[in-house]
């Protein structure tokens, strides 16, 4: 059939998806546009509300975490490059049950991602149209109320609807042809890194003659809090909030989404420095970026932050931008404040598009979602590939992730962050389990210190987050666990009423083989849902009962325990079910001109 470069109809979808075009400089901004949304906008003032002189040294011990957990994933995502491998390595290592549970926490955390990032976007409009935040009138004279903003960015009715008017542009972009989408990334993120670089220098500058720092305690208001503002003050500065503030605070999810061109790596180009290269380039460039940023960023709100006057309303390097005269900046700052999430939801939504579609393929959710009718459409003559029913679902998840949450950015930020770091728990796992043959030895040795101690890590920063983000993260990941895993089901049980809508819904049911103790998929997800539930009472006994020194070491011990007997048990299920990994492919040589050299 016919059909330009990147028609699906010229071979199947998968072969689309694995045509190997994505430079570095392609790569970086997937990773530096996953990674630069809101975060930094909201994160400083917390940061030093908690820390105080050693806020930057938070930034430090979140960056040497999240580079633990992304080594494991480029090594996992070189070793065996797929797209869409943050779903089918689980599949063909620990088998469809795992898989789905990896599966309902990918999609929840890449669906909510631009629900999160356009409620951003409206709060980055606040200051201009106060009336699109539910508490705008407490917002505007935070530093003055007796105690804390409770849920402080939480939409009004009419910025709820903004809120999804933003979300259906970020999705409308998706339709773009993928390698026009690239390079529209590859913009935004340019942008997105400029202005806060700038931000950077010039609050510097200014500080060399006109600095104006402040205490821990001028900014309780920014803590997130709600106890009284005379607690909020006694508490700021404390180094006991140490780990909490790195890891269940908000300088954890500035970093999230660095995984990006893992998603992409069976597109990766081999030629020049080659695919190895290229993501770890990619990775781990952009969270020593983003680290280096992130610390300037915090040093130099320390050194201005006393030109803040209480009001919530606008950014707060807006506010010390517009305090410093320096209006050019301030207007920048406000500009990046829709840019940063907007680019941050394009990257999420375009990555979901091609894990959903490998779910597809495998047959763990409805296998009409990535056909080629449904993969691409036409326009100007031409085919895009651009998953378009994909992404009218995962808009709708979004809708009800908004409608649910009532457009509460804390909320969204809590249903990304916790189903996140269940996601980054398996590709340890699998790394050790299917011990891929290029890499023998040390190397091997490497990737099993590497797992065992990124796998106990994620224990630790779940265990270290709020209760009520935990429960809600957690609840989020089962509920999509139930819906892949029962209703292929629920289709074969032809119900009255809805079993004629539900006999549409083509996918393999699995859930049944819990029912067998023999099978060899069963012991890999039992065991890793017994991780997940001891991580999730460890939480509530620690966060609501003051148990946290005793349950602390439970929770590293439990991830201790497990990680091995989750590997053996994979192994297992390999032996029974061997992998069906990507071959090698070989790009194709330019052959040189016959007139070459004369």
């Given at each position: ?24 400089s392609d790569l970086v901004g ?250 770890r380039w990619a990775v781990y ?88 009718r449904r993969a691409s459409f ?221």
């Amino acid at each position: 059939m016919g059909g330009g470069r990147g028609s699906v109809s010229a071979g199947s979808a998968e072969d689309a998806d694995e045509r190997r075009r994505l430079s570095t400089s392609d790569l970086v901004g997937l990773a530096a546009g996953g990674v630069l949304g809101s975060g930094w906008l909201l994160a400083a003032g917390p940061a030093f509300w908690g820390l105080g002189k050693y806020a930057v040294w938070g930034w430090v011990a979140g960056a040497v975490l999240m580079l633990l957990i992304a080594a494991v994933m480029v090594e996992l995502g070189i070793a065996v490059p797929k797209t869409g491998g943050l779903i089918f390595l689980p599949l063909q290592a620990a088998g469809p049950l795992v898989a789905s549970v990896v599966a309902a926490g990918l999609w929840i955390v890449y669906a909510v991602n631009p629900a999160s990032e356009a409620a951003a976007m409206v709060r980055g409009l606040a200051y201009k149209f106060p009336s699109l935040l539910e508490n705008s009138g407490e917002l505007e004279r935070a530093g003055e109320l007796a105690t804390g903003v409770g849920q402080p960015y939480d939409l009004s009715n009419t910025g709820l609807l903004c809120a999804v008017v933003f979300m259906a542009l970020i999705v409308g972009l998706n339709l773009l042809p993928p390698r026009r989408l690239i390079r529209l990334n590859l913009f935004i993120t340019v942008v997105k890194i400029v202005i806060p670089l700038l931000v950077v220098v010039c609050l510097w500058l200014a500080a060399l003659d006109t600095g104006h720092s402040c205490q821990p305690r001028d900014v309780w208001y920014l803590s997130g809090g709600t106890e009284s503002a005379r607690v909020l003050k006694e508490q700021a500065g404390n180094s006991s909030h140490f780990l909490y503030t790195v890891l269940g605070g908000s300088i954890i999810y500035a970093y999230i989404g660095f995984q990006a061109p893992l998603d992409f790596a069976g597109n990766v180009k081999r030629r020049g420095m080659g695919e190895a290269a290229r993501l770890r380039w990619a990775v781990y460039g952009t969270l020593v970026g983003a680290f280096l940023l992130y610390a300037a960023l915090q040093w130099v709100f320390g050194m201005q932050c006393g030109w803040l006057d209480g009001n919530m309303l606008d950014s707060p390097y807006a506010k010390i931008a517009f305090a410093l005269e320096m209006t050019g900046l301030g207007w920048l700052i406000r500009v990046n404040a829709l840019l940063s999430p907007m680019g941050s939801g394009i990257v999420f939504t375009h990555a979901l598009t091609r894990e959903v579609a490998a779910l597809s393929r495998a047959h763990l959710t409805h296998r009409g979602l990535q056909t080629a009718r449904r993969a691409s459409f036409r326009f100007r003559g031409g085919a895009i590939d651009a998953y378009w029913m994909i992404l009218l679902v995962n808009f709708a998840i979004g809708l009800v992730m908004l409608a649910l949450t009532r457009g509460s950015w804390e909320e969204l930020v809590a249903l990304n962050s916790v189903p996140a770091l269940v996601v980054y728990a398996m590709p340890g796992v699998v790394l050790v389990a299917l011990k891929p043959p290029g890499f023998r030895g040390t190397r091997r040795i490497v990737h099993l210190a590497l797992s065992y101690t990124a796998f106990v890590a994620i224990a630790v920063v779940i265990h270290e987050a709020r209760w009520d983000d935990v429960w809600r993260g957690m609840a989020a990941v089962g509920i999509g666990s139930a819906l892949l895993l029962g209703l292929p089901w629920l289709a074969g049980l032809d119900l009255p009423f809805v079993g004629r809508l539900l006999r549409r819904y083509d996918a393999r049911e699995h859930v049944s083989r819990l029912a067998d103790p023999d099978d060899p998929a069963v012991r890999p997800v039992l065991l890793f849902l017994a991780y997940l539930a001891v991580l999730v009472a460890s939480t509530l006994l620690g966060d609501e009962y003051d148990l946290d020194q005793v349950t602390l070491p439970v929770a590293a011990l439990s991830a201790a325990v497990v990680f091995p007997l989750l590997v053996r048990a994979c192994r297992r299920y390999m032996d029974s079910v061997p992998p069906t990994l990507p071959a090698p492919r070989q790009e194709p040589r330019v052959q040189p001109s016959v007139t070459a050299g004369t």
